[in-house]
């Protein structure tokens, strides 16, 4: 009986430690999953305030903007943005060149935590029939101009 129980003990003891080595593996996966989180401020232009959220340092903006838009939208905020990602753009808080984020790369590359969402400014198409138009009213308005003006009249007493 003696042999059995020195056994069984070592067996639960075998185990205890396959545990705790699992634990331990599972919590330092837990850390390290934690370290590449980060939370992100999100100012949206001609909004009240910011939208806070948690994002991951490999996640790309393009899922960070959509992310942002979510939750504009389900606070019920105003102006409204819609839900396509195409259509606002990121910017860096600190940037002062101004540029807009790429939307493929990791949002963690940028370095800062601050950034500001815009309605992209949509520029209308030039048709045919559009710079026709503008051509002749451009044309036409200088002349207007140079007819007028050649046209003073003289009042004398």
């Known amino acids: 009986m003696d042999k059995r129980q020195e056994k ?76 396509d990602v195409n259509n606002v753009v990121l910017h860096g808080a600190a940037d002062s060149d101004g540029s807009a984020l790429n939307p493929s790369e990791a949002i963690g590359s940028q370095g800062g935590r601050n950034f500001v969402l815009c309605k992209k400014q949509l520029q209308p198409q030039m048709t045919e029939a559009r710079s026709e138009m503008i051509s002749r009213k451009r044309s036409g308005s200088w002349k207007a101009w140079l007819n007028k003006s050649f046209s003073f009249k003289i009042l004398s007493h």
């Open 8 to 83: 069984m003990k070592r067996n639960m003891s075998e185990k205890s430690l396959q545990m705790q080595r699992q634990k331990k593996k599972n919590s330092s996966d837990d850390q390290s999953a934690n370290k590449n989180r980060f939370l992100v401020t999100v100012n949206v232009l001609g909004s009240a305030g910011p939208i806070r959220f948690v994002v991951k340092e490999d996640d790309p903006v393009s899922a960070v903007i959509q992310t942002a838009l979510k939750t504009y939208a389900r606070g019920g905020r105003l102006p409204f943005l819609g839900t």
